[in-house]
């Protein structure tokens, strides 16, 4: 009998299945790339984490379900990556991916008792905030892409919220959870969402 930890989390198959829900027409941004740019990262800081498969599997489900007109996305992602991954490893290792995948919607931290969990979740939700520090012209294509994603919603309701949302990220003492990626990227993404802030509202 095969041991859950011997089967991988995230197989050839899965990807594909996955890769096929991020490649629909809708997703500007949060597509393959986005997933590909957080697993890139998930290697850079493979050596911090605690459980870095676990880490792999929240980011490629993290937004597996992603309808910019429905307010459950991340809920619907994480009881899809709890059915997808039943039976690959044990409940209590699903149900921390599955945290980690509903804290996408606030980016707060998950309530784990676990210190080696809650390094695993600050550095899984750092990897997808960092395009807010992304050099500028990264920055703005990402910012026209999430307008995209939105193009249903008139532009002074978009200005609105979308104002509202980047002054919430800049109102935090830190944008991101760790000292990594806090030195790697608070400094630009304070400067990024400070001026398309200053675009939204001119």
């Given at each position: 009998?095969?041991?859950?930890?011997?089967?991988?989390?995230?197989?050839?198959?899965?990807?594909?299945?996955?890769?096929e829900l991020y490649r629909a027409e809708d997703r500007h941004y949060h597509n393959l790339g986005h997933i590909e740019a957080m697993l890139a990262l998930a290697e850079d800081y493979r050596a911090l984490l605690h459980d870095p498969e676990a880490v792999e599997a929240a980011i490629?489900?993290?937004?597996?379900?992603?309808?910019?007109?429905?307010?459950?996305?991340?809920?619907?992602?994480?009881?899809?990556?709890?059915?997808?991954?039943?039976?690959?490893?044990?409940?209590?290792?699903?149900?921390?991916?599955?945290?980690?995948?509903?804290?996408?919607?606030?980016?707060?931290?998950?309530?784990?008792?676990d210190a080696a969990a809650i390094r695993d979740a600050s550095l899984f939700l750092d990897m997808d905030l960092s395009i807010l520090g992304a050099e500028p012209d990264a920055f703005d294509a990402y910012e026209?892409?999430?307008?995209?994603?939105?193009?249903?919603?008139?532009?002074?309701?978009?200005?609105?919220?979308?104002?509202?949302?980047?002054?919430?990220?800049?109102?935090?003492?830190?944008?991101?959870?760790?000292?990594?990626?806090?030195?790697?990227?608070e400094p630009q993404a304070r400067q990024n969402i400070a001026r398309s802030i200053e675009a939204l509202t001119g």
């Open positions: 009998m095969t041991n859950l930890k011997d089967r991988p989390l995230i197989d050839e198959p899965l990807k594909r299945q996955l890769s490629w489900f993290h937004d597996a379900i992603y309808d910019s007109k429905a307010k459950d996305n991340e809920a619907q992602s994480a009881a899809l990556a709890e059915k997808d991954l039943a039976g690959r490893t044990d409940a209590e290792r699903l149900s921390r991916i599955a945290a980690m995948i509903l804290a996408t919607s606030t980016h707060q931290l998950p309530s784990f008792d026209r892409a999430v307008r995209r994603e939105y193009a249903w919603v008139e532009e002074p309701m978009w200005r609105a919220g979308r104002s509202a949302v980047l002054k919430s990220f800049l109102a935090r003492e830190n944008i991101f959870h760790t000292d990594e990626f806090r030195q790697r990227f």
